[in-house]
Nanobody, 122 residues
Framework: QAQLVESGGGLVQAGGSLRLSCAAS????????MGWFRQAPGKEREFVAA???????DYADSVKGRFTISRDDAKNTVYLQMNSLKPEDTALYSC????????????????WGRGTQVTVSS
């Protein structure tokens, strides 16, 4: 069972950058596919990015070219580098892990962190 803790959120001006981290417990981190999702107030949870066990990546169209997901299995950590941030990126960002699934559907992921808030001012 994986426990996930996100960090790195905060308040940033439009056009700025943030780097989110998600630290996972356990010795089987390398066997999990990892995803980032976000949820803004009054909106549904949406897919942001995912990375497979061998480094395959997938991104939502809204963040392609601006966000980069990566993982460091030696540190049991997945990252989300966010550049050229926009006010519409404001949301609670959560990471998720799954041992069998790599993709964009949040309900397929087994383990979730509590999230870190990202606020982008205009």
């Amino acid at each position: 069972q994986a426990q996930l803790v996100e960090s790195g959120g905060g308040l940033v001006q439009a056009g700025g950058s943030l780097r989110l981290s998600c630290a996972a417990s356990g010795r089987t981190f390398g066997t999990y596919a990892m995803g980032w999702f976000r949820q803004a107030p009054g909106k549904e949870r949406e897919f942001v990015a995912a990375i497979g066990r061998i480094g395959t990546t997938d991104y939502a169209d809204s963040v392609k070219g601006r966000f980069t997901i990566s993982r460091d299995d030696a540190k049991n950590t997945v990252y989300l580098q966010m550049n050229s941030l926009k006010p519409e990126d404001t949301a609670l960002y959560s990471c998720a892990a799954d041992s069998a699934y790599f993709g964009s559907m949040w309900f397929e992921y087994d383990y979730w962190g509590r999230g870190t808030q990202v606020t982008v001012s205009s």
